[in-house]
């Protein structure tokens, strides 16, 4: 069974940092882009960031760019998001997604092209 499973998420304040974790299982995650999007509650799903299959190009939503880092570990089957510099208007529902290599050309940030998804994680930026 294909799987993703998000960690890393829990509440910091303003200005702090955490960094998601996404693991694969039943594949391997070498062969997909892999995406990051968030949801607050009453919004719509987002995209953050978008990584292609050897990790040498990314792409970042306006809102998060210089702050927010994406990585992949292929060897341990498992992609980064290194968010620092932390906004309220960060807080949401974090999730990871594959999508097909064909996305590498465009990395795009919309949900559509995914198709497997984790359950989320939550993060939340409060003082």
């Known amino acids: 069974q294909l799987q993703l499973v998000e960690s890393g998420g829990g509440l910091v304040q303003p200005g702090g940092s955490l960094r998601l974790s996404c693991v694969a299982s039943?594949?391997?995650?070498?062969?997909?882009?892999i995406g990051w999007f968030r949801q607050a509650p009453g919004k719509e799903r987002e995209g953050v960031s978008c990584i292609n299959r050897s990790g040498g190009m990314s792409n970042y939503a306006d809102s998060v760019k210089g702050r927010f880092t994406i990585s992949r570990d292929n060897a341990k089957n498992t992609v980064y998001l290194q968010m620092n510099s932390l906004k309220p208007e960060d807080t949401g529902v974090y999730y990871c997604a594959a999508g097909s290599g064909v996305l590498s050309f465009t990395l795009s940030l919309r949900p559509e092209p995914y198709r497997t998804w984790g359950q989320g994680t939550q993060v939340t930026v409060s003082s």
């Open positions: 039943g594949f391997t995650l070498d062969g997909y882009v």
